[in-house]
């Protein structure tokens, strides 16, 4: 059983842009601790980023018959797009939402999450761990 791990535009960056805000790790390390903390439960997972809006929404419905749980950061989309939430609906999985950095701490435009109206649950301001906690979450959800 697989989790889709799906990453929003600028995250293909992540360890170059703005490291004082998102460290110095890569969507590779994301990559490895994830897969270690899905085997724990047995399961699989896939992890995709893409700039293009659309590209993030056919992987949702892509997700409808490849996966069984969706972790996102949608990153600058999260506060814009509703046509991900609205992907995001016709996915009948857990959904986890997860930020790098403290939304919150920051611009007001980054207070306010489409996503969140779908999440199960959001973790934010946990650096990259944010990742491996919402995988544990997943497995506790999907195994526990
Ligand atoms: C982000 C927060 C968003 O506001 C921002 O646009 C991002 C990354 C995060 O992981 O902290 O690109 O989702």
Redo the contacts with the bound molecule.
């Keep these: 059983r697989n989790i889709y791990i799906l990453n929003?535009?600028?995250?293909n960056l992540l360890g170059q842009r703005q490291p004082e805000?998102?460290g110095y790790d890569t969507l590779g390390d994301v990559q490895s601790s994830c897969h270690e903390i899905a085997a724990t439960f047995g399961l699989d997972c896939t992890l995709l980023q893409s700039n293009h809006e659309g590209q993030l929404i056919d992987w949702i419905h892509e997700a409808r018959e490849a996966a069984v749980g969706i972790i996102i950061?949608?990153?600058?989309y999260?506060?814009t797009s509703v046509a991900i939430f609205d992907a995001l609906n016709a996915f009948e999985g857990p959904v986890l939402e997860?930020?790098?950095?403290n939304?919150h701490k920051?611009e007001a435009f980054?207070h306010h999450s489409y996503v969140s109206l779908r999440a199960d649950g959001v973790i934010?301001g946990f650096g990259i761990e944010g990742y491996g906690l919402a995988m544990r979450r997943m497995g506790s959800l999907l195994c526990g």
Excluded: E, K, Q
């Excluded at 929003?8 to 995250?11: A, F, K």
């Excluded at 950061?73 to 600058?76: Q, S, T, V, W």
């Design positions: 929003g535009p600028n995250l805000i998102y950061n949608p990153a600058a999260t506060h997860v930020h790098i950095s939304v920051r980054r934010a």
